[in-house]
């Protein structure tokens, strides 16, 4: 085992990077530390980030679903909404899954040590007790605290899955009414709320309180909203938002909020920027900053680059050979399934298989209504950095299955290869796009070209047709060629 280490492997974090790398790494047979600040396991993902938001998000598709049935003559009343009661459903759901975490970690005998972990040199580390909740480190405080009960522990590997947090804007007013997303998960509901930042975050924040009756504003700083998706994806959302939110403002920066007794008073900046506005509440969704210097990283000689993130190669080591960096810490895109797709990696070839990054793609996904989902080469991608494709696409307005969900809004497109017409990338919107875009990704993975989707036999009537309908579309662009 451990040798003259107290353990094989300590894994830093218990997000889903940490806790998948944790889990392989015992299933390898190694022994297994796990080290978390927080009271469950989850980090980020689990307790205030994927798994919260898509809970409440179900919440707001039902009330919305069952609003549209209206027009198919089946009338709901006004939906009663007890926050209490669906912030205890949604913390039921975080917890069921943070307590399996829990048990799954006792089988594989991987100790948990609770406590916030700092690098004391190449092969230790220092933790130390602290309270911590995910809520008490909106301010990221207590994170430099020396802490009671200091413990030390060795290791002959060790794998950082630190994360991320909320970026904080600089110059804020210390205000409950000015909070990011953790605050938002605890859906206290305002009139009227403020959503800085129109990125995938904040805009399912902002469906969240538009469905449970918030009146909500959205201001981005870019020209359009989620930033690096295909704006042809994004329209079908845009439009929806647009006849129901307050106001949308985009190329428009805001550059001060005061707090006043009335509300937040917000100023802005930009062609379209309107007069200060107040409003009841403000969510900052400006992205999210690595914990990268916040882990002692100098005394293991990591090495942490200035906005805190940690530099790997292809199998997730740092420089130090035997440390490994994964999830958000290392870089974009931060998404949980790269995360936990790093953690086994990385547990695997600190075992000694020779295993490298070898993912062709990370797929992206908006769970807002629509929902958005893209993977691969975009066209925004293809047309920038001149990479030839032919694009095949399907309107969900000629597919039964949307039209018999009520929408006719959603679009697929996929995009080939001119030239031997494999399928390099794909984007879906429209309701379930985050499920469908994995056969687009697995198509990718497999080398798959048009005539393997459009010759798969698709279950009819089902959204995923029209990935199938796209390869068609593409084929048929080419009939003359045969
Ligand atoms: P994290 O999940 O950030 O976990 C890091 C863990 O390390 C935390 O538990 C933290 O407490 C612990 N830690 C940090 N420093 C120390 C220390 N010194 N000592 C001890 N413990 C420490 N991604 C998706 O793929 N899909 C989604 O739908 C999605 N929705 C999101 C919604 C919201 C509101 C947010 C905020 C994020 C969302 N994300 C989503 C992003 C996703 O949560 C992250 O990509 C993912 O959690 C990263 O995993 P990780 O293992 O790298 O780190």
């Not at 047979?29 to 980030?49: D, F, H, S, T, Y």
């Not at 938002?184 to 800085?196: G, N």
């Not at 695997?348 to 996904?365: C, H, L, M, N, T």
Request: hydrophobic fraction near 40%.
């Amino acid at each position: 085992s451990g040798g003259s280490y107290d353990y094989d492997m300590v894994v830093l974090g218990a997000g889903p990077g940490g806790y998948t790398a944790a889990f392989r790494a015992a299933d390898l047979g190694m022994k297994v530390a796990l080290v978390e600040r927080w009271p469950q396991l989850g980090g980020v993902c689990l307790n205030v980030g994927c798994i919260p938001s898509k809970a409440l998000l179900h919440a707001a598709k039902v009330i919305e679903e069952a609003h549209e049935m209206e027009v198919a003559g089946v009338t709901f009343g006004k939906p009663k909404i007890d926050t209490e009661k669906l912030r205890g459903w949604k913390e039921k759901v975080v917890s069921k899954l943070t307590g399996g975490l829990g048990i799954l970690a006792k089988q594989r005998k991987v100790e948990v040590i609770r406590g916030i972990g700092k690098f004391v040199s190449p092969h230790e580390m220092s933790i130390a007790n602290t309270d911590m909740t995910p809520q008490s480190t909106v301010l990221s405080k207590g994170e430099n605290a020396p802490g009671e009960g200091a413990r030390k522990i060795s290791f002959k590997h060790c794998i950082i899955a630190a994360g991320s947090e909320s970026v904080r804007l600089p110059g804020l007013p210390d205000d409950p009414r000015i909070i990011d997303s953790t605050g938002a998960l605890e859906i206290d509901l305002p009139k009227r709320m403020l959503v800085i930042g129109g990125g995938i975050i904040g805009l399912e924040m902002a469906c969240v309180y538009d469905a449970l009756g918030t009146k909500v504003s959205v201001v981005e700083l870019t020209d359009g909203l989620i930033p690096g998706c295909d704006r042809d994806l994004v329209r079908p959302l845009e439009k929806r938002i647009a006849k129901r939110y307050e106001k949308i403002m985009v190329k428009t920066k805001v550059t001060k909020l005061e707090a006043l007794k009335q509300g937040i008073r917000v100023t802005f900046e930009g062609e379209q920027a309107p007069e200060p506005q107040i409003y009841d509440k403000v969510l900052v969704a400006v992205g999210r900053s690595p914990n990268g210097k916040k882990i002692g990283a100098e005394a293991a000689g990591v090495v942490v680059n200035e906005r805190g993130f940690i530099p790997v190669d292809k199998q997730m080591r740092t420089n130090v050979s035997h440390i490994f960096a994964i999830g958000d810490i290392v870089g974009q895109p931060m998404l949980a399934h790269k995360a936990s797709h790093e953690g086994k990696l990385a547990a695997e070839v600190a075992q000694g298989e020779k295993r490298y990054f070898d993912a062709r793609v990370i797929p992206s996904v908006a769970y807002t209504d629509p929902e958005i989902a893209w993977v691969g080469v975009t066209e925004t991608e293809a047309k920038a950095k001149g990479i030839p494709f032919e694009k095949g696409s399907f309107p969900w307005s000629a597919n039964a299955r949307s039209l018999t969900l009520g929408r006719d809004d959603g679009m697929t497109k996929v995009l080939f290869d001119p030239e031997t017409h494999r399928v390099i990338g794909g984007g879906i919107v429209g309701p379930n796009a985050g499920d469908l875009i994995s056969e687009i990704a697995l198509a990718i993975e497999m080398n798959s070209d048009a005539g393997d989707l459009g010759m798969t036999i698709h279950p009819h009537p089902t959204l995923s047709e029209t990935v199938m309908f796209s390869a068609e579309a593409f084929e048929g662009t080419l009939t003359d060629l045969y």
